[in-house]
């Protein structure tokens, strides 16, 4: 079987009945561009910047960034490439920006509110960002952002640094990844062009449970009812206002996972490279109507356990 998937993994993720889910890869090392070619990925999904903050004493300068991110957009080779702003803080720390540990905390200065706190750093990011979009097809989104108005700054931060550097315009989207954005989902899917939901941060978040915590990150499951209820919601406010939505987070590379989350109406899963193939054949044996049959199923489990146990039923 593993075999078969990797032979036809330049193929599309198309269901029995016709409906397309688009599969693209998570990556965040520039050499992982090329893994992206080879494992059928439709581009990129998220590409975590912090590997160029990360295990340095000093922040790297436009020059760099721009170097790295045209190198990777360039070998993609014309597919997409979704950049997402630095995520510094959480489970992802920096000593030289002189963050205090409460800075560095879930709840405290991470994802785009930093950017907020240093836009000296943000705006560099950006530079390097709308350069590199030159080169290629880029997206641009925003991790941490928990309001309207959040994402409003976000935009009109890259718009100021895109007339500076006299780039293209790109698409902007948002990080779901809030429990208080799924909330404002409405109003966010009429300012942003598209969402990408972090399902890593949005069950920590929903469920209050520290994903790094040695006892209590197994509790944080993203197939607990409590996080579908809230992609559901999130995917219904989207198309409303005729946007796509897509999933970044680790529950796009969970074979049920991306089952369930076809079938909750999810138009772009995300996932490690090595993923790719075997999500892309696992979809292509389903219909839309069992997976919507099965979402709905786990929407009303009690536990992330009862989801597991549940199956496509043909
Ligand atoms: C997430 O939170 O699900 C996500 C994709 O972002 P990260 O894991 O980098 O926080
Ligand atoms: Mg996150």
């Given at each position: 079987?593993?075999?078969q998937?990797w ?15 688009e599969?693209?890869?998570n990556?965040?090392?520039?050499a992982?561009?090329?893994s992206?070619?080879?494992s ?17 004493d000093?922040?790297?300068d ?6 790295e ?6 070998s993609?080779?014309?597919?997409p ?13 920096v ?5 205090s540990e409460?800075d ?5 200065l991470?994802?785009?509110r930093l950017?907020?706190a240093?836009p000296?750093?943000?705006?560099t ?7 590199a979009?030159?080169?290629?097809p ?8 928990a309001?309207?108005n959040?994402f409003l700054?976000a935009?009109e931060?890259?718009e100021?640094v ?6 293209q ?10 429990p208080?954005?799924?909330?404002m ?9 598209f ?9 920590q978040?929903a ?5 790094t ?10 197939l607990?009812p409590?996080?579908l209820?809230?992609i559901?919601?999130?995917v219904k406010?989207?198309h ?13 590379a ?10 909750l109406?999810?138009?772009e899963l995300s ?5 790719v ?10 219909k ?7 979402a ?9 356990r009862?989801?597991r ?5 043909h």
């Open positions: 079987q593993r075999n998937d032979d036809q993994r330049f193929e599309p993720a198309i269901l029995q009945d016709g409906h397309r889910v599969v693209v890869a990556i965040g090392q520039t992982e561009a090329a992206v070619i080879d059928g990925a439709e581009g990129v999904g998220l590409l975590r910047t912090e590997f160029l903050f990360l295990d340095r000093h922040a790297p436009e020059e760099e960034q721009y170097n991110l045209r190198t990777m957009i360039e993609l080779q014309g597919l490439m979704i950049v997402r702003t630095l995520d510094i803080g959480g489970d992802k720390p000593s030289y920006l002189g963050l409460q560095l905390s879930f709840l405290g991470r994802g785009f950017s907020l240093r000296d750093l943000a705006t990011q950006l530079r390097a960002i709308f350069r979009a030159e080169h290629g880029i997206r641009l989104m925003f991790p941490m952002i309001t309207p959040d700054r935009r931060m890259a100021k895109r007339r500076e550097v006299g780039g315009k790109v698409e902007l989207g948002v990080m779901i990844e809030v208080s954005a799924v909330t989902a409405p109003e966010l899917a009429e300012l942003a062009d969402f990408s939901i972090g399902t890593n941060d949005l069950t978040y469920l209050a449970v520290d994903r915590h040695p006892l209590l990150a197994r509790r944080a499951d993203s607990h409590v996080v209820r809230l559901r919601d999130t406010a989207a409303d206002k005729g946007k796509w939505v897509g999933v970044c987070g680790g529950l796009a969970d074979p049920l996972g991306a089952l369930i989350l076809t079938g109406g999810i138009d996932m490690p490279p090595a993923i193939p075997q999500v892309k054949a696992l979809l292509r044996h389903e839309l109507e069992t997976l919507s049959a099965l709905e199923k786990a929407l009303h489990q009690r536990d992330a009862a989801v146990a549940l199956r496509p039923s």
